[in-house]
């Protein structure tokens, strides 16, 4: 096992707040929604959950005591979450985090323009119309944001070394949520400097995903690059089961999709997101408001290899490769 720490973009400075707020007045304990496009079940979800909650015990918050948290799960299932959001704002949470990107944030933001709400996930929040900048919000939406389109074109070279003559790439990307355009986007214009050609195939819902990799055989892909989407993580052991069966080197923008069988994943390190978003709800229940909070990046990125699905695969990484890998996965 190897690990490297890959530091990329700045962050945008650390920020003072009041120091009472009405959300800690004597006797109130602050209560905070939590809305997640994924399940709660399985121990990677629970893993990047408990670092949020260690966080917040660091700042003061502990569960039951002094703070309450409802949490809502969509399932994976994006149509569910604009009601979930709705029950959330029902119960007069004080903030919400909304964990899985821009189509969470949207459902949140639909169902309150005055409860803050605290994004985390990929996408790029201004482009979806969520936030007038990133240093400036100006609504009630902060947080942490993945423009995952910056690190596409990565994910694209990291897949050409372990398959130097791959000549055709599938690409499973949602077209239904915003932030997947600007990711294909980046990937043919990466695809172009790379003299690879791009076989972009629609992934609407979980039903598509055994007819794309139909498509896949049909047009003879060597390697198969996954967009970050809520859906698609949701079916990452489905996805990576595929991959395998078809013998596709895959490569992915989150390391769920390795610890579910996938090849590979550059990524944003989602334990310290996790625990970055904590910070965000304390200044939030101190008294800060979201337009004044200006929405950060994240600093740390991962490089996941999964050696036993190479294995099956018949590859071989590079020994440059594994020298540069954050993990390694046995």
Known sequence: ????????????????????????????????????????????????????????????????????????????????????????????????????????????????????????????????????????????????????????GKELELLREVVPKVSRVAVLWNPTNPGNTPQLRAAEASARTLGVRLQPLEVRDPGEIDPAFTTMTRERVGALLVLLDSMLLAQRERIADLAAKNRLPAVYGLRLHVEAGGLMAYAANQLDVSRRVASYVDRILKGAKPTDLPVEQPTKFELVINLKTAKALGLTIPRTLLLRADEVIQ
Request: hydrophobic content about 45%; overall charge neutral; proline content about 5%.
């Open 1 to 152: 096992m190897n690990r490297r720490t890959f530091l990329c973009g700045l962050t945008l400075g650390t920020f003072g707040v009041p120091l009472s707020a009405e959300a800690q007045q004597a006797g109130k304990m602050p209560l905070v929604g939590y809305l997640s496009a994924l399940s709660r079940s399985g121990p990677q979800v629970q893993r990047y959950l408990d670092a949020f909650r260690q966080e917040l015990r660091g700042l003061g918050y502990v569960e039951g005591q002094t703070i309450a948290i409802e949490y809502r799960w969509a399932e994976g299932e994006v149509e569910r979450l604009t009601g979930l959001a709705a029950e959330l704002v029902r119960l007069k949470v004080d903030v919400i985090v909304a964990s899985g990107g821009v189509p969470v944030a949207q459902a949140a933001q639909r169902a309150t323009k005055a409860i803050p709400i605290i994004m985390t996930g990929p996408g790029d929040p201004v482009e979806a119309g969520l936030v007038a900048s990133l240093a400036r919000p100006g609504g009630n939406i902060t947080g942490l944001a993945i423009i995952s389109h910056e690190l596409v």
